[in-house]
C-alpha cells in the first residue's frame, strides 16, 4: 500500500463521517465533506488553466455519492439494515443538499463468480424491484444497472494497467470467495490457485473504476468495507501521478454506524445470501411464519435475562441488534424494554418487530412485480443520466493516458 493509504489508515477512520443507521445525515456536510483533496503533489502537477479552475469548482460545489449493490441472491436483512436502509436514509438529506446519488445494481461484480444467465436476468429485475420497494426514490437519487453504462469497464482496464499485482494479492474479497487462509499475502502463498479468475483478483479494482468513474467524493460502507476503498484511493493517487495531474478527488467514507448483520446459526459469520442454509438469513420476501420458525431456530446462549455484549453472548447481541435496526430504536432501549424476557419470549417480540417492518416492503414489492416496463424505465433512465455524468469524465482519463 503506497504512503496515500497507510496515511488513511491511520486517520481516515477518525475523520470520516458517520451515519446513524435510518436517520437523517444532517452533519454530513459540516462534518467532513469537502472535496477531498488528492496527494499528488504540486510539484508533478501540469500547469492548471484560469478555465480549468472555474470548471473544477463548479464540480466541487455538488458532492457526488456512489454505492453499489450486488444483484445475486435473495436480498436479506443483511442488505436492508447495513446499506438499503441507510441508502433510503441518505437519499433524503442529499436531495435537500442538492447532492448528486448514484445507486448502481453491480451486475459486472455479480459475474466475478459462476452465474446462471436467466438466474442472473431475473435478480437483477428483482434487486431493482426491492431497492424501490425499500424506498429508494427515482426522483432523488439515479439507479440504473453497472453493465448499462460502458465506462466503468473502461475505466476498469486504464487502471488495471496501473494497479500493482501486489495491491491485489493482499485483498481479501477473492480469498474469502475460495477459502484462502487470511495469512496469505501474495501469489505465492497461495498453494493452489487453479479457482482464482482474473475478474474475482481484479474484482476492486472494477469497484475503484465505479467511484472513480463519477468523481464521486462519498462513499457509504461498512468498516468491513473499508480496504476496497483505500485501494480506490490508492489507485486514484497513482493514476493522477502518472497523469501528472490531480484529475480525480480522493474519496472518503461515510461510514454507517449499523453493525454487521451476522447468520442466524453462527454468529461469528456474517449473514449472507451464499450460505448454503437458507436458515441463516431472513429474506426480506419471507412470510411470517417462515420469519417466526428462522428466528425460534436462531442460536442464543443458556444465560437468563436479556443483555447486550458482543464479546460475551454474540449470538444475542446479533438478534438485539437486528430489533434495534428493524424498530429504529438505540441497543439500549432494545435491552431496557426486555432486560426481564426469556430468550424465547423475546424472540417472539422480535419476530413481530420484523414482520411489522417487512410488510409495507413486501406489499410493495408485489405490486412492483406487476410493474415490469415501470422498473425497467426507471434503469433505463437512470442508465442514461448515468452515463451523462461518467462520459466527460471517462473522455478526460483517456486523454490524460493518451488514448484521445
Request: proline share 6%; glycine share 6%.
Amino acid at each position: 500500500m503506497n504512503p496515500a493509504g497507510r496515511s488513511f489508515l491511520k486517520t481516515g477512520l477518525t475523520s470520516a463521517t458517520r451515519i446513524q443507521p435510518l436517520r437523517t445525515c444532517q452533519s454530513i456536510g459540516a462534518r467532513y465533506l469537502t472535496t477531498p483533496s488528492t496527494s499528488t503533489s504540486t510539484s508533478t502537477s501540469a500547469p492548471t488553466t484560469q478555465k480549468e479552475k472555474s470548471s473544477s469548482k463548479s464540480k466541487q460545489e455538488k458532492p457526488i455519492i456512489f454505492s453499489g449493490i450486488q444483484p445475486t441472491g435473495k436480498p436479506h436483512l443483511g442488505n436492508y439494515l447495513g446499506a438499503i436502509s441507510n441508502w433510503v436514509n441518505l437519499q433524503e438529506q442529499a436531495h435537500l443538499d442538492q447532492e448528486t446519488l448514484l445507486f448502481s445494481i453491480v451486475d459486472l461484480h455479480a459475474i466475478t463468480m459462476p452465474q446462471d444467465p436467466s438466474k442472473l436476468r431475473e435478480d437483477r429485475k428483482n434487486m431493482a424491484i426491492t431497492l424501490l420497494a425499500c424506498g429508494i426514490d427515482p426522483k432523488k437519487v439515479i439507479l440504473f444497472e453497472q453493465s448499462k453504462v460502458s465506462g466503468h469497464a473502461e475505466l476498469a482496464w486504464i487502471l488495471n494497467c496501473l494497479t500493482p499485482v501486489g495491491w491485489l494479492a493482499r485483498m481479501t474479497q477473492w480469498k474469502s470467495k475460495l477459502g484462502v487462509t487470511k495469512g496469505a499475502q501474495s501469489l505465492e502463498d497461495v498453494s493452489a490457485t487453479q479457482g482464482l479468475q482474473l475478474g474475482l483478483f481484479a474484482y476492486p479494482v472494477l469497484m475503484a473504476a465505479d467511484i472513480l468513474l463519477y468523481r464521486a467524493t462519498k462513499i457509504p460502507v461498512g468498516e468491513d468495507q473499508i480496504q476496497h476503498l483505500e485501494l480506490a484511493r490508492d489507485i486514484g493517487t497513482t493514476f493522477n501521478k502518472a497523469a501528472r495531474k490531480p484529475f480525480f478527488p480522493l474519496p472518503r467514507p461515510i461510514i454507517t454506524e449499523t453493525k454487521r448483520v451476522m447468520s442466524l446459526r453462527d454468529p461469528t459469520n456474517k449473514m449472507s445470501k451464499s450460505d448454503l442454509s437458507d436458515q441463516t438469513r431472513i429474506n426480506l420476501t419471507d412470510s411470517p411464519l417462515l420469519i417466526s420458525q428462522k428466528i425460534k431456530r436462531a442460536v442464543t446462549d443458556p444465560i437468563r435475562g436479556i443483555s447486550y455484549s458482543r464479546a460475551e453472548r454474540p449470538a444475542l447481541a446479533n438478534l438485539i441488534e437486528i430489533y434495534a435496526g428493524m424498530k429504529k430504536i438505540a441497543i439500549e432501549d432494545v435491552v431496557k424494554q426486555h432486560a426481564e424476557d426469556s430468550n424465547a419470549a423475546f424472540k417472539e417480540a422480535l419476530t413481530g418487530v420484523i414482520v411489522e417492518a417487512l410488510g409495507p416492503i413486501q406489499e410493495e414489492m408485489r405490486r412492483l412485480e406487476g410493474e415490469g416496463e415501470y422498473v425497467e424505465g426507471v434503469l433505463e433512465e437512470g442508465a442514461r443520466k448515468a452515463g451523462e455524468i461518467a462520459r466527460p469524465n471517462l473522455e478526460m482519463a483517456q486523454k490524460l493516458m493518451g488514448l484521445r
